[in-house]
């Protein structure tokens, strides 16, 4: 079975900048419209950005529009996440995830049981 696996999570001060990727190994993420997610310590998981599987497609969580960009190479078989102007509440663990549907919409793509193959997670910690 497929995995994906994050990277690029660290500690950055507020107001700065990370890209977090996501690559995956028997699988293509081309095939797949996909998801981050992430769970901020003590909290529940939540969706951050969608994108579809062309990359012409993309939803934000409202904390993250304007700031947060998600885009994808699939010739590079590779999902990024481009973080800007980060806070502090933007603490969390982050994670990619595979869409189970063809395609997602804006009242069903945070919701976790539409994803199936999901990585181990990368830590982003944003200090003030």
């Known amino acids: 079975q497929g995995q994906v696996v994050e990277s690029g999570g660290g500690l950055v001060q507020a107001g700065g900048s990370l890209r977090l990727s996501c690559t995956a190994s028997?699988?293509?993420?081309?095939?797949?419209?996909m998801g981050w997610f992430r769970q901020p310590p003590g909290k529940e998981r939540e969706g951050v950005s969608f994108?579809?599987?062309?990359?012409?497609?993309?939803y934000y969580a409202d904390s993250v529009k304007g700031r947060f960009t998600t885009s994808r190479d699939n010739f590079k078989n590779t999902l990024y996440l481009q973080m800007n102007s980060l806070k502090p509440e933007d603490t969390a663990m982050y994670y990619c995830?595979?869409?189970?549907?063809?395609?997602?919409?804006?009242?069903?793509?945070?919701?976790?049981?539409?994803?199936?193959?999901w990585g181990q997670g990368t830590q982003v910690t944003v200090s003030s």
């Open positions: 994108i579809s599987k062309n990359g012409g497609i993309t």
């Open positions: 995830a595979t869409a189970a549907r063809p395609m997602l919409y804006r009242a069903t793509w945070q919701a976790e049981g539409e994803y199936n193959a």
């Open positions: 028997g699988l293509a993420l081309g095939d797949y419209a």
